[in-house]
C-alpha cells in the first residue's frame, strides 16, 4: 500500500516537473484555428495577459487534479481525475504555444501556485469523493466564468485567441457535467464565493508576474 502510494507521488512530482519545465509532449491540431491578424500593441498586450492567466489555471487545474487523484477512494473516480489532469495538459499546450506566438513568457509564480493546487487537491480527496467530485464542479463552473469573461474582453481582431479559449471552455464545460452526473455534491454560494476569490487572487498576479 505504502509502495503504491509512493509510486503515485513520484509520478505527481515527475508530472509538475514536466508542466513547469514545458516538457509534456502533448500534440493539438494548432491549423484548426483561425490564422494571425496583426495586433495593436494594446490588443496584443491584452492577450498576453490574458493567456498568461490562462496558463497558470490549467497549471493549477492540472495539479488540483492530480493531487485529488492520489487521494481519491474509488479506482473509477481516480480514473476521471487522471484523464481530466490529461486534458488539462492539452490546454496548458495550446496556452503555451499562444504565448509563444505573442513572444511571452508564463508567470514566474506557477511553481508556487502548483505546489499550492497538489496540497490542495490531496485534502480535498482525503474529503471523501463525492466531495471530490464537488470541487471539480465548482472549479470547473468558475473557470467557465472566468473564461467567458476573457473571450469578451478580446478584441474583436484576436479571433485566433478567441477561438483558443473557447475549445478550451467546451472542454471545461464538460468536465463540469462529467463530476456533477458522478455524483459530486453541490458547493454552497459562501464556499464558492472562497474559490472565486482566490481565483481573482492568482489572476491578477499572474497577468503581471
Avoid at 25 to 51: C, G, V, W
Avoid at 72 to 99: M, N, Y
Avoid at 129 to 151: N, P, Q, Y
Amino acid at each position: 500500500m505504502f509502495r503504491d502510494l509512493l509510486d503515485e507521488v513520484i509520478q505527481v512530482v515527475d508530472s509538475g516537473l514536466r508542466t513547469l519545465t514545458d516538457t509534456h509532449q502533448e500534440s493539438f491540431d494548432n491549423s484548426k484555428f483561425p490564422s494571425e491578424k496583426e495586433l495593436s500593441p494594446r490588443n496584443r498586450r491584452a492577450a498576453t495577459s490574458i493567456m498568461r492567466i490562462n496558463h497558470c489555471g490549467e497549471v493549477c487545474a492540472q495539479a488540483l487534479y492530480e493531487g485529488q487523484a492520489l487521494t481519491a477512494r474509488k479506482p473509477s473516480v481516480q480514473r476521471q481525475l487522471k484523464q481530466a489532469a490529461t486534458e488539462e495538459r492539452e490546454h496548458l499546450a495550446l496556452c503555451r504555444a499562444r504565448l509563444n506566438e505573442l513572444d511571452a513568457n508564463p508567470s514566474v509564480l506557477e511553481p508556487f501556485f502548483y505546489a499550492a493546487s497538489v496540497g490542495i487537491g490531496a485534502i480535498t480527496g482525503q474529503l471523501g469523493d463525492r466531495v471530490s467530485l464537488g470541487f471539480v464542479e465548482a472549479t470547473e463552473d468558475e473557470v467557465c466564468k472566468h473564461l467567458d469573461r476573457h473571450i469578451a474582453e478580446l478584441n474583436d481582431d484576436d479571433e485566433r485567441t478567441k477561438a483558443m479559449l473557447e475549445s478550451i471552455r467546451a472542454d471545461e464545460a464538460q468536465h463540469r457535467l462529467t463530476a456533477r452526473d458522478q455524483g459530486g455534491m453541490v458547493f454552497s454560494k459562501p464556499i464558492k464565493a472562497g474559490m472565486a476569490l482566490a481565483a481573482k487572487v492568482m489572476t491578477r498576479t499572474t497577468a503581471i508576474v
